[in-house]
Structures are given as C-alpha cells and as structure tokens.
C-alpha cells in the first residue's frame, strides 16, 4: 500500500480523487486537508482513517501530512496551492498536481526547484493529462507543437452585448464539465485558458510560440502534439477528471477505471475550430503577465481570484472581471526574479487592492 495524502479533498477533484482511490484499493489515506468544508473532512475522516487532518492553512499539520506521504495530490484551489507544492517539491515526493494557479505564479521559481530536488510532478489537469500521455517521454525535440484544446465555455458565440449581461448562474452552467465554482468563472472568462498555457509552457518546457489553442466543443480530444514529422497523437476519454485523476496516481501503468468507455459512432462527429481571443479580454491578460514575468502573474492571478469571489457574490459584473485585473496589473510594479515571499507580497498587496475596488 503507498501512502497518500489528498490536499483540497473536499472539493470537485478532491472528491472524485478518493472515489478513484477507493476503486484502487492500493492506497493507504495517511492525510486529508480542506479550506473549510468541515463536515465533509469529518464524513471523508471517518471512511478513511487518516493519521491526519488539516483545516485551512494550518502550517504544521499541512507539512506533516505531505511528509508522511509516498504521493501527494494538490488539488486545493488558487495561490493557496504554492505552498503545498514548494513543500512537496522540497520533500521529493511523487506529486499528483490539479492546482494549476501555483504554476502561474511560480513558474520559474517551481523550474529551478525541480533542478534541485529529484520530485515528480504528474499532471492532473485534463489537457496537460493529455500532453503528459501523448509526450509519453519522447524527445521534446520531436515535438513542432503542442495543441491545447478548449471547450470555449458557455459563452463561445456570444456578442460582447451579450456578455455584458450574463448571470452568476449563465456562468455556472459550463457546457460539457462539471467543476468547482472558481474554475467554472475561470472557464467563462477564459482565463483558465491563457493559466493552460502558462502551465503548459512550465510543465513541458515548450516555448510559448509553440502552443496552440483549438475550440473544440465537445471536449472529447484533452488536447493532441504535433511532431516534427507531421503526425499528431491526441487523448480522448469522456469528460470525467477520474480518468486523468488515476493516471496521475497508476502512471506509469494503466488500471482499469470504472469511468464509462467512449463509443466513438455515438459521438458521430468532432469539431475544431480556431480561437478569436476577441471577446475573452482575461485570456490575453494571462499571456500578457507571462510575458511581463517577474511578480505579475501573482498579480493578474491574485487580482482574478478577489474579482472571481466578487463576482460570484453578485457584487460585481461578469465584464468587470477583466477590468479589474487590468487595473491591478497597470498599477503594480514588476519586481523581476522575484523569490518565494515577493511573489507572496504581491499575491497580498494585490488582494487588498482589489478587495477595495468598486
Ligand atoms: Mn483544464
């Protein structure tokens, strides 16, 4: 039995992560940690029996539960998730990685620790799940590019009229996955999008220029490589994280899932079409940051988490988001090679500013 412990494990993937778990029967839960959904730790505490149980971002206790592991699944939400990933990295353990926030804000910093320090990371996210299984350890020298694919969310042919009168509730409605609130909003705006490819870029070590995105409504291809050779190797499964959720946790091998098998004459047809970023203002925000580098992509993230929460509190409108973000990121000052705590400065200064903003 190898040891694991779930960070985030009451939310959409942290749940599906201890189905999967359980339908292993080859993992022992030694940790549990949530943001605040006590009753549902209590309920998971009780099922799995973990030597420990964290609540928020109780120092100590986070440590020790990703010490004690053989794998560490991080699959808490936003910044918060840096941490837990600086610790895992640093505790050389086999990372099973859904939180994609901590690559955004940290790339270059998580870069040079994994020089350091002989860690995994396995991605979790579906289309760098994808990647990770069409790469397969081939020489990133074969790869021409890597085609990221996107749903387009819910709002893919909407007019900007339109766009400027969407509900809390039109935004939750995400066409093909079903998720947490945060990365629903992400999906909408499209900023999930332009975090992909930051993620991308890191986890891979492909060039940006080398990163395409494809609408794809059906989300049944995760994403595809192009090599040099001119052959593409894609991923399809259903919409359903247990898949990717388990590769992370089996790689290398392959187990039998209890996710449902694409019958592809049901699907009848799929569909690509190019991406117009037009309408999506905190897509190319995202890329923006990245090329800017430094603190501010804590600053665009930290600026969309508060606008995010703002949002969904029916406080401000769906097109503000991008607004305030820009307004966070005009007013921050770049501090280039920025180490752990300027990125944690930036991450707070920018939350505060965008807190107060109306
Ligand atoms: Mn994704």
Redesign the pocket.
């Known amino acids: 039995m190898k040891k694991i412990s779930v960070l985030g494990s009451t939310g959409s993937i942290g749940t599906s992560a201890l189905d999967v778990i359980t339908h292993l029967n080859n993992f022992k839960v030694i940790g549990l940690s949530a943001n605040k959904n006590k009753s549902l730790l209590k309920k998971q505490a009780k099922k799995f029996k973990p030597e420990i149980t964290a609540v928020g971002r109780s120092g100590l206790k986070n440590i020790s539960l990703i010490s004690k592991a053989d794998v560490v699944l991080i699959s808490v939400v936003g910044a918060a998730g840096l941490i837990p990933l600086v610790n895992a990295i640093k505790l050389k353990k086999k990372i099973a990685l859904a939180n994609?926030e901590a690559i955004v804000i940290a790339g270059d910093l998580i870069a040079e620790l994994l020089k350091k320090y002989p860690a995994k990371i396995i991605p979790v996210?579906?289309?760098?799940s994808a990647i990770f299984q069409c790469i397969d350890g081939k020489n990133p020298k074969e790869i021409s590019k890597i085609i990221l694919t996107a749903s387009g969310g819910p709002f893919r042919n909407y007019s900007k009229k339109d766009l400027s009168e969407v509900k809390v509730k039109d935004v939750l409605k995400h066409p093909t996955w079903k998720m947490g609130r945060k990365i629903t909003v992400d999906s909408a705006t499209m900023i999930?999008k332009g975090f992909?490819v930051i993620e991308a870029h890191y986890l891979f070590g492909i060039p940006y220029e080398k990163i395409e995105i494809v609408i794809h409504p059906q989300s049944i291809v995760h994403s595809a490589v192009e090599f040099v050779d001119g052959s593409i190797i894609s991923q399809m499964s259903r919409t359903d994280m247990r898949i990717a959720i388990q590769y992370a946790l089996t790689y290398p091998e392959r187990k039998i899932s209890t996710v449902k098998k694409l019958d592809l004459p049901s699907l009848g047809k799929l569909e690509f079409f190019n991406f117009s970023t037009g309408n999506f203002p905190c897509f190319e925000l995202a890329l923006t940051s990245a090329r800017i580098g430094g603190t501010m992509p804590a600053v665009l993230n930290a600026a969309n988490e508060v606008a995010v929460k703002k949002f969904l509190e029916g406080k401000i409108r769906f097109l503000q988001i991008p607004k305030f973000i820009e307004k966070a990121m005009k007013k921050h000052r770049v501090k280039k090679n920025p180490d752990l705590e300027d990125i944690l400065d930036a991450d707070f200064e920018t939350r505060k500013f965008v807190e107060e903003m109306k």
């Open positions: 994609k996210d579906s289309e760098h999930n992909e």
